[in-house]
């Protein structure tokens, strides 16, 4: 029997819902998922938003940046596609709104900290200080500079390096602030594998859709699967 990988619904269960927000984090944990990646970014005056895009533009129509704007005009904001974000009162959530949910229904996240906390990272710091995360949550960012913060503030924090092509990856046995590992897909590879598993760093893929072979027999390195299709790969689990 295979072994069972956790999987992660990317900004919720996107799929036919709006990314990043309440819809998308229930559709996901009625599908009973093993935990819900999302983003953060920071307002103008240290609010720290639900929100994947650093431009409110595709999901608001307001052409500004999300640190332009004061945490009271955010929340203004109704999000969704165009045309029908008018017919909805969808607004975009605090973190520390979905660290209440989260904790209340004790689902895991996959925090991936955005360009905007470049800046100043100390507003997510002071958040984390308020609340206890479920089990099996983490910090993720592309920007190795956050992370080292975090794991400064929080050392028993499982912080995680999205990798791209400019990663160096005979680095991963010096970086003792990073402890895990996000690739897209195309990094499954052997080379890649090995790197982690040499270095001791598990590894969790995102971008899976259903249709990669490696679901059937992942590698031991593996420790997740970052999803907008969570359904599908939690059905394709049951049949291996």
């Known amino acids: 029997m295979t072994k069972y990988i956790p999987i992660y619904a990317h900004r919720g269960a996107s799929e036919g819902t709006l990314e990043n927000t309440f819809e998308a984090f229930e559709k996901a944990r009625e599908f009973k998922v093993d935990g819900i990646e999302l983003d953060v970014q ?6 720290c938003f639900v929100f994947h895009d650093l431009s409110l533009k595709r999901l608001t129509g307001v052409r500004k940046l999300i640190n332009e704007c004061k945490s009271d005009e955010i929340k203004n904001y109704r999000i969704g596609r ?8 969808t607004s975009i959530p605090t973190l520390e709104e979905v660290l209440d949910w989260a904790i209340k229904y004790n689902m895991p996240l996959n925090i991936e900290l955005k360009e905007s906390l470049l800046d100043d990272v100390m507003p997510f710091i002071q958040t984390l200080k308020r609340y206890k995360l479920p089990e099996g949550s983490h910090v993720s ?44 897909k195309r990094y499954y590879k052997q080379q890649f594998l090995q790197a982690c598993e040499a270095a001791q760093k598990p590894m969790r893929f995102y971008s899976i859709d259903g249709t990669e072979s490696f679901l059937l027999s992942p590698h031991d390195i593996v420790v997740g699967w970052i999803t907008d299709y969570p359904n599908r790969i939690i059905n394709i689990q049951k049949k291996t």
């Open 82 to 89: 165009r045309f029908f974000r008018r017919l909805k009162s």
């Open 42 to 47: 920071l307002s103008e005056d240290g609010i």
């Open 141 to 184: 960012s592309f920007h190795e500079q956050l992370l080292r913060i975090v794991k400064l503030y929080y050392p028993k924090m499982e912080t995680a390096i999205i990798v791209t092509r400019k990663f160096e990856w005979d680095r991963l046995h010096d970086m003792s602030y990073i402890t895990a590992v996000h690739a897209h």
